[in-house]
């Protein structure tokens, strides 16, 4: 090595050393302790512990709650990523226009990313009480019901009116024809209003909430009530960053592509399925991975919650570890087992993304 | 297809084709504004929940007490009268607060004098509880109630009338001024709660008692009741000091000191990683990489275990330490600097400056963009982190940070369903976060899908 090359070495090693010391104690180390830490039976107050092999992953899979915790995560990480995905990629196909005012709001669309997750947990929790606006919501939609039914079906009805009469007429228009489907919202509207103020159809009376969204210990799909309402929140919270990262990749694809489509006859919802989704596909991978190992992060929902929810029905895999080591005597030995398991799972996450990603690019 | 069965009819002409354009668009902003419903609405019909006496009454209203100008008008007065305070009322020496109320009373009955009362009530029924308080209760006089007015109206579709009373509260003598004036109105039975000077806070016994938090409240008092409440009622029993005042300012100091840190290692090891040569570089870069992907609650507890044996614990220096660099603030500043041309550090590598020079004189000031960038996220992740406040500051509630806050609030308001100060809170602690995004908001949105896009 010559000597310059020395000297840029060892001004890279000055230049690095605060983040490498930070990264050495805080990630390497750390990760071989609790690594360590998961065969021995350590406890936060005791003083001397013993090396125990695989004891505690075994005591772990006989734990009712550690069981739940898993699962709870497995699950949750399915559901949110999928329904994260489909929602945010629609919503980014939206916004994909270049219309005045778009900026504004896509940059309205990111304000329940950027809050803090404590604040907007506690103003879900209040969404999901027995009295809350969750419910509220519901029981005014159930109100208006027959209004709205009759709004969809004039509607409906006016769109087909409108598309048949221009077919006979010659004119080869879609079923979604946007401008007729403006004329059949107006009719649509003002039949409504009108059959409303005739008092032929009528809200019915609202009913008072019945459903409990924490406290309940049914299951919907395997997965139990209360944490289908952190999946919501989650999902709600999370959307506009993916979508913003769908919206980036969007941007990339070459205008020049669509418009061939276009002249080839493709329709706005075959060239978002044979142009859009399989050049979109480095990016929803991407985000896949991102959503995959944030939500088996999770940790802020559910120790937020308290007692507002039973903890074995919320309880993942980072609350579980936490708790752990918080509670009692501190069963540090056990806790860095689950830990372990957590951490193997992003691990087998990352990896499979990766062997995915390489097949990925080869095609 | 259908286009294919079908006779050569008319063409698409070009106003055909304008119109479906300009149809199109509507159904877009349509859709976008419905969007911005779904996403903004939930905060809004909370901040709601958080002006009223009771965030959880059913059916929901938009518009109660709180929100309507009458009130507002009437709570400035009653605040300047109260305590010369229209911003947050009192009862002071030298008061004299006239005040009206009026109640339906059906045909057939006669109406009856109210009776009018100053209770002595504590502050809220968690923390603010063990505080006393001045009691307006020792100092006010309540005048005679006096029948003022009669008219004939249907209310409910029942004939009567409406019958207004007045009266005055005084403050008797010198003394200390009380921060509230509760008010207690009980009417006899058949008499309903029709209108007043100030809505009440609450109604009981199906209108027949209006009770008010406080009569002369002052526009924060009774618009922003649970506002004003999270400063003054959520106190350390201890040193008597606002726990959200100290929690904030606990935030702040958290933030900035990582904020630099971050600022200063982050743009030194992003520069290494991106400008110098040294062996198994690509292998470090692989690596932080990799580390961004693992989870801070899978490896939390020796970090726990390391700030103990420091004596960090319970302090905000050990959110300091545990947060000072990150790998995601290291990748940007790379990415950043393998952005910029070369020659102009080359140039002054040959003049002879030492790297260190080059850096602080040259580089740092080309990275303003970057930088601000960094401080803008970094910022805002400190700002809302909760895991590590969880694992450090946990006990000491004088050192929270405002999520953590939250949380102890949420358990000690909780049980008592008090969702006022709770919503209030959270909304308070979400307003610095709130003005950093209106202003900085192109950092935030670019910040993401670049970053995220080149990961």
Same mark, same amino acid.
């Given at each position: 090595?010559?000597?310059?090359?020395?000297?840029?070495?060892?001004?890279?090693?000055?230049?690095?050393?605060?983040?490498?010391?930070?990264?050495?104690?805080?990630?390497?180390?750390?990760?071989?302790?609790?690594?360590?830490?998961?065969?021995?039976?350590?406890?936060?107050?005791?003083?001397?512990?013993?090396?125990?092999?695989?004891?505690?992953?075994?005591?772990?899979?006989?734990?009712?709650?550690?069981?739940?915790?898993?699962?709870?995560?497995?699950?949750?990480?399915?559901?949110?990523?999928?329904?994260?995905?489909?929602?945010?990629?629609?919503?980014?196909?939206?916004?994909?226009?270049?219309?005045?005012?778009?900026?504004?709001?896509?940059?309205?669309?990111?304000?329940?990313?950027?809050?803090?997750?404590?604040?907007?947990?506690?103003?879900?929790?209040?969404?999901?009480?027995?009295?809350?606006?969750?419910?509220?919501?519901?029981?005014?939609?159930?109100? /208006?019901?027959?209004?709205?039914? $009759?709004?969809?079906? !004039?509607?409906? +009805?006016?769109?087909?009116? %409108? =598309? *048949?009469?221009?077919?006979?007429?010659?004119?080869?228009?879609?079923?979604?024809?946007?401008?007729?489907?403006?004329?059949?919202?107006?009719?649509?509207?003002?039949?409504?209003?009108?059959?409303?103020?005739?008092?032929?159809?009528?809200?019915?009376?609202?009913?008072?909430?019945?459903?409990?969204?924490?406290?309940?210990?049914?299951?919907?799909?395997?997965?139990?009530?209360?944490?289908?309402?952190?999946?919501?929140?989650?999902?709600?919270?999370?959307?506009?960053?993916?979508?913003?990262?769908?919206?980036?990749?969007?941007?990339?694809?070459?205008?020049?592509?669509?418009?061939?489509?276009?002249?080839?006859?493709?329709?706005?919802?075959?060239?978002?399925?044979?142009?859009?989704?399989?050049?979109?596909?480095? /990016?929803?991978?991407?985000?896949? $991975?991102?959503?995959? !190992?944030?939500? +088996?992060?999770?940790?802020? %929902? =559910? *120790?937020?919650?308290?007692?507002?929810?039973?903890?074995?029905?919320?309880?993942?895999?980072?609350?579980?570890?936490?708790?752990?080591?918080?509670?009692?005597?501190?069963?540090?030995?056990?806790?860095?087992?689950?830990?372990?398991?957590?951490?193997?799972?992003?691990?087998?996450?990352?990896?499979?993304?990766?062997?995915?990603?390489?097949?990925?690019?080869?095609? | 297809?259908?286009?294919?069965?079908?006779?050569?009819?008319?063409?698409?002409?070009?106003?055909?084709?304008?119109?479906?354009?300009?149809?199109?668009?509507?159904?877009?902003?349509?859709?976008?504004?419905?969007?911005?419903?779904?996403?903004?609405?939930?905060?809004?019909?909370?901040?709601?929940?958080?002006?009223?006496?009771?965030?959880?009454?059913?059916?929901?209203?938009?518009?109660?007490?709180?929100?309507?100008?009458?009130?507002?008008?009437?709570?400035?007065?009653?605040?300047?009268?109260?305590?010369?305070?229209?911003?947050?009322?009192?009862?002071?020496?030298?008061?004299?607060?006239?005040?009206?109320?009026?109640?339906?009373?059906?045909?057939?009955?006669?109406?009856?004098?109210?009776?009018?009362?100053?209770?002595?009530?504590?502050?809220?029924?968690?923390?603010?509880?063990?505080?006393?308080?001045?009691?307006?209760?020792?100092?006010?006089?309540?005048?005679?109630?006096?029948?003022?007015?009669?008219?004939?109206?249907?209310?409910?579709?029942?004939?009567?009338?409406?019958?207004?009373?007045?009266?005055?509260?005084?403050?008797?003598?010198?003394?200390?001024?009380?921060?509230?004036?509760?008010?207690?109105?009980?009417?006899?039975?058949?008499?309903?709660?029709?209108?007043?000077?100030?809505?009440?806070?609450?109604?009981?016994?199906?209108?027949?008692?209006?009770?008010?938090?406080?009569?002369?409240?002052?526009?924060?008092?009774?618009?922003?009741?649970?506002?004003?409440?999270?400063?003054?009622?959520?106190?350390?029993?201890?040193?008597?000091?606002?726990?959200?005042?100290?929690?904030?300012?606990?935030?702040?100091?958290?933030?900035?000191?990582?904020?630099?840190?971050?600022?200063?290692?982050?743009?030194?090891?992003?520069?290494?990683?991106?400008?110098?040569?040294?062996?198994?570089?690509?292998?470090?870069?692989?690596?932080?990489?990799?580390?961004?992907?693992?989870?801070?609650?899978?490896?939390?507890?020796?970090?726990?275990?390391?700030?103990?044996?420091?004596?960090?614990?319970?302090?905000?220096?050990?959110?300091?330490?545990?947060?000072?660099?990150?790998?995601?603030?290291?990748?940007?500043?790379?990415?950043?600097?393998?952005?910029?041309?070369?020659?102009?550090?080359?140039?002054?590598?040959?003049?002879?400056?030492?790297?260190?020079?080059?850096?602080?004189?040259?580089?740092?000031?080309?990275?303003?963009?970057?930088?601000?960038?960094?401080?803008?996220?970094?910022?805002?992740?400190?700002?809302?982190?909760?895991?590590?406040?969880?694992?450090?500051?946990?006990?000491?509630?004088?050192?929270?940070?405002?999520?953590?806050?939250?949380?102890?609030?949420?358990?000690?308001?909780?049980?008592?369903?008090?969702?006022?100060?709770?919503?209030?809170?959270?909304?308070?602690?979400?307003?610095?976060?709130?003005?950093?995004?209106?202003?900085?908001?192109?950092?935030?949105?670019?910040?993401?899908?670049?970053?995220?896009?080149?990961?």
């Amino acid at each position: 090595m010559l000597r310059s090359q020395r000297i840029e070495a060892l001004y890279a090693l000055l230049f690095l050393a605060p983040f490498l010391i930070h990264l050495g104690v805080f990630f390497v180390f750390a990760f071989v302790r609790t690594l360590g830490f998961s065969f021995t039976d350590k406890t936060l107050i005791g003083q001397s512990y013993q090396i125990v092999g695989f004891a505690n992953f075994i005591q772990l899979f006989q734990d009712p709650r550690f069981i739940a915790a898993l699962t709870h995560s497995i699950s949750f990480m399915l559901i949110v990523t999928t329904l994260q995905t489909f929602l945010a990629l629609s919503m980014a196909a939206i916004l994909n226009q270049r219309l005045r005012g778009i900026t504004f709001f896509r940059t309205v669309y990111y304000i329940p990313s950027v809050l803090s997750s404590a604040a907007v947990t506690v103003i879900a929790i209040w969404f999901f009480q027995k009295t809350g606006f969750l419910n509220t919501f519901i029981g005014w939609i159930g109100s /208006v019901a027959p209004v709205l039914l $009759t709004f969809v079906a !004039i509607f409906v +009805l006016a769109q087909a009116v %409108q =598309v *048949a009469w221009e077919r006979i007429r010659g004119l080869p228009v879609a079923l979604t024809d946007p401008a007729l489907a403006t004329i059949s919202l107006a009719v649509g509207l003002a039949l409504t209003w009108l059959l409303a103020a005739l008092g032929v159809v009528v809200p019915r009376e609202a009913q008072p909430p019945e459903f409990t969204w924490l406290t309940n210990s049914d299951r919907f799909l395997g997965v139990p009530i209360p944490l289908w309402s952190i999946i919501m929140l989650n999902t709600f919270t999370t959307i506009p960053t993916l979508m913003l990262i769908f919206l980036a990749g969007l941007q990339d694809i070459p205008k020049s592509i669509y418009e061939a489509a276009a002249i080839d006859g493709a329709s706005p919802l075959q060239q978002f399925f044979s142009v859009t989704v399989p050049m979109l596909r480095p /990016v929803t991978f991407l985000v896949i $991975t991102l959503s995959l !190992i944030g939500t +088996l992060q999770m940790f802020d %929902q =559910v *120790a937020l919650m308290g007692d507002a929810a039973p903890l074995d029905s919320i309880i993942v895999l980072a609350y579980y570890v936490y708790n752990n080591v918080f509670s009692g005597e501190g069963r540090v030995g056990l806790a860095s087992a689950a830990a372990i398991i957590l951490a193997a799972l992003t691990f087998a996450i990352v990896l499979l993304q990766r062997a995915l990603g390489i097949s990925e690019k080869a095609h | 297809m259908a286009a294919q069965v079908m006779k050569p009819g008319r063409k698409l002409d070009e106003r055909y084709l304008a119109r479906q354009r300009w149809a199109r668009a509507a159904w877009v902003y349509g859709a976008m504004l419905a969007l911005a419903v779904f996403f903004i609405g939930p905060f809004y019909v909370a901040y709601l929940g958080s002006l009223k006496d009771n965030p959880l009454e059913w059916p929901f209203r938009y518009s109660f007490a709180q929100t309507q100008p009458k009130n507002w008008a009437a709570a400035w007065r009653l605040g300047q009268l109260g305590a010369s305070n229209p911003w947050t009322g009192g009862f002071a020496p030298g008061a004299n607060i006239p005040f009206q109320v009026s109640y339906f009373v059906e045909d057939g009955q006669e109406p009856q004098t109210p009776v009018v009362t100053v209770p002595t009530r504590r502050a809220g029924a968690g923390l603010g509880a063990i505080f006393d308080e001045v009691q307006a209760a020792q100092y006010a006089r309540v005048s005679e109630v006096q029948e003022v007015g009669r008219r004939s109206a249907v209310v409910g579709g029942q004939p009567g009338q409406i019958v207004t009373y007045s009266f005055t509260i005084a403050y008797e003598g010198q003394g200390p001024r009380a921060p509230r004036l509760p008010l207690d109105i009980e009417a006899p039975r058949g008499q309903v709660y029709y209108s007043a000077t100030l809505d009440p806070n609450r109604l009981e016994r199906r209108g027949r008692v209006a009770s008010w938090d406080s009569a002369a409240p002052g526009l924060l008092g009774y618009a922003f009741r649970n506002y004003v409440r999270v400063f003054n009622e959520a106190r350390d029993p201890n040193t008597g000091a606002s726990f959200f005042l100290r929690w904030t300012l606990n935030t702040f100091l958290v933030c900035v000191a990582v904020v630099l840190t971050t600022l200063l290692f982050a743009s030194l090891a992003g520069y290494a990683l991106a400008r110098m040569y040294f062996p198994g570089k690509n292998y470090l870069f692989a690596f932080v990489v990799f580390t961004m992907t693992v989870p801070a609650q899978a490896i939390f507890i020796s970090n726990y275990l390391v700030l103990r044996d420091l004596g960090l614990l319970s302090s905000l220096w050990g959110m300091v330490v545990w947060s000072a660099v990150g790998a995601g603030a290291v990748f940007i500043m790379k990415q950043f600097f393998e952005s910029i041309p070369r020659e102009i550090e080359e140039a002054a590598l040959i003049d002879g400056a030492s790297p260190i020079t080059t850096f602080f004189r040259i580089i740092i000031p080309m990275a303003t963009p970057a930088l601000g960038a960094l401080t803008i996220l970094t910022f805002q992740g400190m700002w809302n982190e909760f895991f590590k406040a969880a694992v450090v500051l946990s006990g000491q509630q004088g050192n929270y940070t405002l999520p953590l806050g939250l949380s102890f609030f949420r358990n000690a308001y909780g049980v008592a369903g008090d969702w006022g100060l709770m919503l209030a809170s959270a909304f308070l602690s979400m307003i610095p976060i709130i003005i950093l995004f209106v202003v900085f908001q192109r950092y935030f949105v670019e910040g993401v899908s670049t970053s995220a896009l080149k990961g």
